[in-house]
C-alpha cells in the first residue's frame, strides 16, 4: 500500500555506499519489460535519445515560464530543497516531456510514483533514476557513455519511453502508464501516475485523462 512506504523505505532500502544510491521505494512492483523492437521503432527511438544539449527553455512565452516555474518550485521545495537544482530539473522536465509531446505535469507525476524524486533510486529489479529506466534501454536504443543517474539522460529516456508506449496503446495513456511500470492490465500503478498528476502537480483542475493524444 502507498501508505505504508515510508516506513518500508526507512527499514529495508539500504545504502549502496560505493555508488551513493538508493533503492527506490516506490518502483519495487516492476519496471519497464523488454520487447524486441522493429528497426524501423529503435531508429527513431536512438534518435530521440541522441545526446543533444537541452535549450534555455521550451515555454512559449516568458510568462508562461515564469508562472509555471514558480508554482512546480513551490510544491517541489520540500523534494528539493536546493533552488538551482530545482530549477534546473524543472526546466530539463518541462523540455523534455514537451520533446516527447507528453504533459510536463504527468511526468513530474511519475516521478513522484516512481522516485519519489530521488536522483539516485534504484529498484528491486533494477530500474535507475527519477524514472526509473531499465538498464536494457540503453544497449537497445543509447550508447554505452549514456548514465542513467544523469538527469537529463535519464529523463530524456524516460519520457522516450513512455511516448513508446502512447504510441504503442494508439494514445490511451491509462495502458502505457501500465507498460511503462510492467504491470499492463492491473489498475494500481496507473492510479497512482493519475491522481499523482491530477491532485499535486496539475495546475488545473482538468481530469487527468484515460487518453492521449498521439504526437503529430
Known sequence: MRLARQPFF???ALPLCMAGMLFSYTALAGGQIYTPLSASVRAVMQRSVSDQATPKTAFTTQREAD????EMSLRLKDKLPDNSSRMDFLRTA??????????PELVLGLIEVESGFNKYAVSMV???????????WVKEIGTKEQNLFHLRVNLRYGCTILRHYVDIEKGNLYRALGRYNGSLGKPAYPN????????????????????YSSAG
Open 126 to 136: 533494477g530500474a535507475r533514476g527519477y524514472m526509473q529506466v531499465m538498464p536494457f
Open 10 to 12: 526507512r527499514y529495508f
Open 192 to 211: 497512482l501516475v493519475l491522481a499523482a498528476w491530477r491532485n499535486h502537480w496539475s495546475l488545473t483542475r482538468r481530469t487527468a485523462g484515460n487518453a
Open 94 to 103: 518541462h523540455y523534455e516531456a514537451k520533446r516527447a509531446g507528453l504533459d
Open 67 to 70: 508562472v509555471w516555474l514558480n
